[in-house]
C-alpha cells in the first residue's frame, strides 16, 4: 500500500454488539498510534455511540442508524470531503448500509476484508481487500489484520476503555459484580452455580452486587433465591458508569457477554465463563481476564469450584 499520510480517517464498526466493539478496540487503537495527528472519525450502531464517545482514540463519533441503502444515503448526506483512509471492521456479520456507506464516503484507500467470506459482493468498493485470517485466531488478533493492512504494526498495551474520571469517583469500590444474564440463553451458566460463587465470595467477606440488564429479567432474582438473601441489583445502567464500577471493582464474574468484555477492558479482574464459543478468540483484551471452560466445551460442566479458584487467585494478587 502506498504512502498514506492520512489527514481524514473514517473507521466504519456499525453492528451493536458491545463485546465485538471492544475486540476491535486493540485495532483502533493502533490506527491511532500510528496517524496521531489524523482526525479519526468512528461510525458506530446508535447502541454503541455512548460505549465510544468520549474515548481518547476517537477524535469524533458518528451513529449508523437503520440498515441497507437507505440508512447508507441518510448517513451520506452527512459527510464533509472525502476521507484518505477508510476501514471497515467486521467479525461474524456484514453491514450493507455500512459497506455502502464507505462506498459513498469516497475514501482514496478503503480497506475491509474480502466480502466473498460472508457471501456478498464488494458494496464497499474496496481498493484493498484483505483475506481474512486462516487460523482460529483471537478476534482482537482478526481486527489486527486490517490494522496492519493500514500500516498500523503495533497492538498498544491495555487498559484498552479509560473510564470518565467524575463516574469514578461516584462508584464503590471494592465490589464483586455477578451477571448471571444474556442475551442469548446458551450462554447463560445455571444460576445455582453463580449462587454457589455469590455464597463463597460473601464468605470471604466481599460485597456481592449483581448486574442485570434488559434481557436478563428475573435472573438477579433468582440468584437472590438461591443465597437465600437478597442481594443487590445494578440494572439500567449506563455503559461509561457500568465501566465506571468495573475500574474500581474487586472482581467480576459473568457469561459471555458486552459487560464482560467492558470489565476485561478496563482492567477489572475478570473471570468469564464459557460454553459453545470459544474463548481463545472471544475472550475480553485485557491484562487481568481469565476465562473458564470445561474441557468438552458444554457451560453446564464448568463447576462453581472453578471459578472460585479463579477468584482466590485473583483476590490474592496472583492474577
Same mark, same amino acid.
Given at each position: 500500500?502506498?504512502?498514506?499520510?492520512?489527514?481524514?480517517?473514517?473507521?466504519?464498526?456499525?453492528?451493536?454488539?458491545?463485546?465485538?466493539?471492544?475486540?476491535?478496540?486493540?485495532?483502533?487503537?493502533?490506527?491511532?498510534?500510528?496517524?496521531?495527528?489524523?482526525?479519526?472519525?468512528?461510525?458506530?450502531?446508535?447502541?454503541?455511540?455512548?460505549?465510544?464517545?468520549?474515548?481518547?482514540?476517537?477524535?469524533? +463519533?458518528?451513529?449508523?442508524?437503520?440498515?441497507? !441503502? *437507505? #440508512?447508507? @444515503?441518510?448517513? =451520506?448526506?452527512?459527510?464533509? $470531503? %472525502? &476521507?484518505?483512509?477508510?476501514?471497515?471492521?467486521?467479525?461474524?456479520?456484514?453491514?450493507?448500509?455500512?459497506?455502502?456507506?464507505?462506498?459513498?464516503?469516497?475514501?482514496?484507500?478503503?480497506?475491509?476484508?474480502?466480502?466473498?467470506?460472508?457471501?456478498?459482493?464488494?458494496?464497499?468498493?474496496?481498493?484493498?481487500?484483505?483475506?481474512?485470517?486462516?487460523?482460529? +485466531?483471537?478476534?482482537?488478533?482478526?481486527?489486527? !489484520? *486490517? #490494522?496492519? @493492512?493500514?500500516? =498500523?504494526?503495533?497492538?498498544? $498495551? %491495555? &487498559?484498552?476503555?479509560?473510564?470518565?474520571?467524575?463516574?469514578?469517583?461516584?462508584?464503590?469500590?471494592?465490589?464483586?459484580?455477578?451477571?448471571?444474564?444474556?442475551?442469548?440463553?446458551?450462554?447463560?451458566?445455571?444460576?445455582?452455580?453463580?449462587?454457589?460463587?455469590?455464597?463463597?465470595?460473601?464468605?470471604?467477606?466481599?460485597?456481592?452486587?449483581?448486574?442485570?440488564?434488559?434481557?436478563?429479567?428475573?435472573?438477579?432474582?433468582?440468584?437472590? @433465591?438461591?443465597?437465600?438473601?437478597?442481594?443487590?441489583?445494578?440494572?439500567?445502567?449506563?455503559?461509561?458508569?457500568?465501566?465506571?464500577?468495573?475500574?474500581?471493582?474487586?472482581?467480576?464474574?459473568?457469561?459471555?457477554?458486552?459487560?464482560?468484555?467492558?470489565?476485561?477492558?478496563?482492567?477489572?479482574?475478570?473471570?468469564?465463563?464459557?460454553?459453545?464459543?470459544?474463548?481463545?478468540?472471544?475472550?475480553?483484551?485485557?491484562?487481568?481476564?481469565?476465562?473458564?471452560?470445561?474441557?468438552?466445551?458444554?457451560?453446564?460442566?464448568?463447576?462453581?469450584?472453578?471459578?472460585?479458584?479463579?477468584?482466590?487467585?485473583?483476590?490474592?494478587?496472583?492474577?
Amino acid at each position: 500500500m502506498r504512502d498514506l499520510r492520512p489527514a481524514r480517517i473514517h473507521l466504519y464498526r456499525p453492528q451493536n454488539q458491545l463485546g465485538d466493539l471492544l475486540l476491535n478496540v486493540p485495532a483502533i487503537r493502533a490506527v491511532r498510534e500510528r496517524y496521531p495527528d489524523a482526525r479519526l472519525t468512528l461510525i458506530v450502531g446508535a447502541q454503541n455511540a455512548p460505549a465510544v464517545s468520549g474515548q481518547p482514540w476517537a477524535d469524533e +463519533v458518528r451513529v449508523l442508524r437503520g440498515r441497507g !441503502a *437507505l #440508512a447508507a @444515503a441518510r448517513a =451520506a448526506l452527512t459527510l464533509e $470531503a %472525502p &476521507p484518505d483512509l477508510a476501514i471497515y471492521f467486521t467479525t461474524v456479520s456484514y453491514s450493507v448500509s455500512s459497506a455502502l456507506l464507505m462506498a459513498r464516503s469516497a475514501a482514496r484507500e478503503r480497506i475491509g476484508f474480502d466480502p466473498s467470506r460472508y457471501g456478498r459482493r464488494d458494496w464497499a468498493a474496496l481498493t484493498r481487500a484483505v483475506s481474512y485470517p486462516a487460523e482460529s +485466531v483471537h478476534q482482537s488478533e482478526v481486527s489486527m !489484520a *486490517l #490494522a496492519r @493492512a493500514a500500516g =498500523a504494526a503495533n497492538v498498544p $498495551a %491495555p &487498559p484498552h476503555y479509560l473510564p470518565d474520571p467524575e463516574l469514578l469517583s461516584h462508584a464503590p469500590a471494592g465490589v464483586a459484580y455477578l451477571h448471571p444474564g444474556a442475551g442469548k440463553l446458551k450462554n447463560r451458566w445455571p444460576v445455582e452455580r453463580f449462587a454457589a460463587v455469590a455464597s463463597g465470595l460473601i464468605a470471604q467477606g466481599l460485597e456481592v452486587q449483581v448486574i442485570e440488564g434488559p434481557q436478563d429479567s428475573g435472573t438477579a432474582e433468582a440468584l437472590s @433465591a438461591k443465597v437465600g438473601r437478597p442481594l443487590e441489583v445494578i440494572h439500567g445502567e449506563t455503559i461509561p458508569m457500568l465501566a465506571a464500577r468495573f475500574a474500581r471493582a474487586a472482581l467480576y464474574v459473568g457469561n459471555d457477554t458486552g459487560p464482560l468484555h467492558l470489565a476485561g477492558a478496563v482492567g477489572c479482574p475478570t473471570i468469564g465463563i464459557y460454553g459453545w464459543s470459544d474463548p481463545r478468540e472471544w475472550k475480553p483484551v485485557g491484562s487481568r481476564v481469565r476465562a473458564i471452560r470445561a474441557e468438552d466445551g458444554k457451560l453446564e460442566s464448568v463447576g462453581a469450584g472453578s471459578v472460585l479458584e479463579a477468584a482466590r487467585e485473583f483476590l490474592e494478587g496472583g492474577g
